[in-house]
């Protein structure tokens, strides 16, 4: 009776055990069952999820991420991305409603255009070392995101102040939207813009664009709809498609004679536009092509962004005295004082803001010629390691003739565009004439170029007397000035061969 007893109990916990087993088989099976469902894969590629759980874990394995595999999805709140990922394609994760943060591991090494575009709720995100490689407008639409956290150990990428950049700064990529301040000052050290970088920046309200701009890229600024004014520099040669296409709330441009190419849709939907400019440049033609108003005085200061900036610098600095938080970049401010220039901490450097304007000196110097004149002195104390600057007389007309320094060796861009100036002889020590330096000096009929300026950039003697009358009146249908440079053809461009002698051309073959 015992061993039937043990018997009989021993064959029931048997199936007691066989059928937990199964069941807990049946569980695990079926959680397989629905991850595979959350998630479509070919190989180690994403090619859709369907999850709809707050937090989303990523299989691991997965290698690439397709466009558009996320886009949509109202329920996630935060992915959770594998070691070993390394691509994230076009709109990934664009227009996820919810989605409140995002880490991108370190060994993720591209991410598509407008990957994280419009999601609102986006507040938190992390960029790995490896990344190398974004597209246009990453986080476009991401209104609650004010900075972007990149990895110490990235050598490629850098955010600051809101900004996304190349590591050397030199490529701007993307203002975040949801940065703060109403201005932007770009450094010196950026020379590209990608396109849509601020696109959708409802904060930005003025902005002065630096020195090494040489075009503005299509969509640059559209849609930053609270954009106010734009300073572009004398660098700046070319306004692309749709570059402030419904910049609804642009009131001033200021194009500067450097300017040769606007597209027809470079201010597309934006109705309060002015354009301040000069007398017979692009930018003047174009207001005028296009019905916008024209400026001669403009209607906010071309250093209003920059005011702006140290007027915040000079807050921080304040809080800073007084032991608050201060933002580490900019926090002192001189500018409110009568000195040559505006000095301002960045980085733990000085850096002085000069303003040409007072780039005077008073006639104190007991071995100072008596009748030297005011532009001369100007000029003696400008040139810095043997550079005139850049746009150092610039539309100065009452400068009618000047004695360049005989050791100087660089003309800066515009240095005596729109001035004066009758004659010009160049000091043999000078190699290089910048763009545009004597642009439209149109009283200018004689020019004295000697062979060793081996470097003459575009547009330097445009619209001079001296050119206009080369070009009525020269014999040969090639300008070639010193060290071999074409600076003008007036022949054909089915005829053009270049001359043995030339060793550079510094004009456009028509």
Not at 14 to 30: E, K, M
Not at 97 to 123: H, M, Q, T, W
Not at 480 to 494: F, H, N, T
């Amino acid at each position: 009776m015992k061993k039937k007893s043990v018997l009989t109990i021993c064959s029931f916990a048997f199936v007691i055990l066989t059928c937990g087993i199964a069941f807990t088989s049946l569980i695990i099976r079926s959680k397989a069952i629905n991850a595979s469902e959350d998630f479509q894969m070919e190989k180690s590629t994403l090619m859709k999820c369907y999850s709809t759980d707050e937090v989303c874990v990523v299989p691991s394995g997965t290698k690439a991420i397709v466009a558009g595999a996320f886009e949509g999805n109202d329920s996630i709140k935060r992915v959770v991305l594998p070691d070993g990922l390394e691509e994230i394609g076009f709109n990934s994760f664009a227009e996820m409603e919810n989605l409140e943060r995002v880490v991108v591991p370190e060994s993720v090494r591209k991410i598509g255009a407008s990957a994280f575009a419009n999601c609102p709720n986006l507040s938190s995100a992390y960029l790995g070392k490896d990344l190398s490689q974004i597209g246009s407008s990453i986080f476009a639409g991401c209104q609650n995101l004010k900075s972007v956290d990149v990895s110490d150990e990235n050598n490629y990428l850098t955010c600051i102040d809101g900004v996304i950049y190349s590591a050397d700064k030199t490529v701007l990529y993307e203002m975040l939207p949801g940065r703060e301040k109403s201005f932007f000052v770009f450094p010196d050290t950026v020379a590209a813009i990608s396109p849509y970088a601020f696109w959708g920046c409802d904060n930005l309200e003025h902005t002065i664009i630096s020195e090494s701009i040489g075009v503005i890229p299509p969509y640059a600024f559209s849609n930053a709809r609270n954009l106010k004014s734009a300073v572009l520099s004398f660098n700046t040669r070319e306004i692309s498609m749709k570059a402030f296409e419904n910049c609804v709330s642009l009131e001033q441009v200021y194009i500067p004679d450097s300017v040769m190419n606007i597209s027809p849709t470079a201010f597309d939907g934006c109705p309060k536009l002015s354009i301040y400019a000069n007398e017979m440049t692009e930018g003047k033609k174009f207001a005028e092509e296009n019905e916008f108003d024209v400026l001669y005085t403009p209607k906010y200061d071309l250093n209003l962004a920059t005011d702006l900036r140290n007027e915040y610098a000079s807050e921080q600095s304040k809080k800073r005295q007084e032991g608050s938080s201060y933002d580490e970049d900019v926090h002192f401010d001189a500018s409110k004082d009568d000195s040559l220039g505006a000095a301002i901490i960045v980085n733990n450097n000085a850096v002085v803001l000069m303003d040409p304007e007072k780039l005077k000196v008073s006639e104190t110097s007991s071995d100072r010629s008596s009748n030297e004149s005011e532009f001369d002195t100007i000029l003696g104390e400008s040139i810095y390691h043997n550079i005139i600057p850049d746009n150092l007389f610039y539309l100065k007309s009452d400068l009618t003739e000047v004695t360049i320094p005989s050791d100087t060796k660089y003309i800066g861009k515009f240095a005596f565009a729109r001035t004066g100036l009758k004659k010009v002889e160049i000091p043999s020590n000078v190699v290089s004439i910048g763009f545009g330096a004597f642009y439209h000096c149109d009283d200018l009929k004689e020019v004295i170029i000697p062979d060793t300026v081996t470097e003459i950039e575009p547009q330097a003697f445009e619209k001079t007397a001296w050119l206009n009358d080369w070009y009525e009146n020269g014999e040969s249908d090639y300008l070639i000035v010193g060290d071999g440079i074409l600076i003008a053809y007036k022949g054909s461009k089915e005829d053009y061969v270049k001359p043995d002698n030339v060793k550079s051309v510094a004009c456009e073959i028509n």
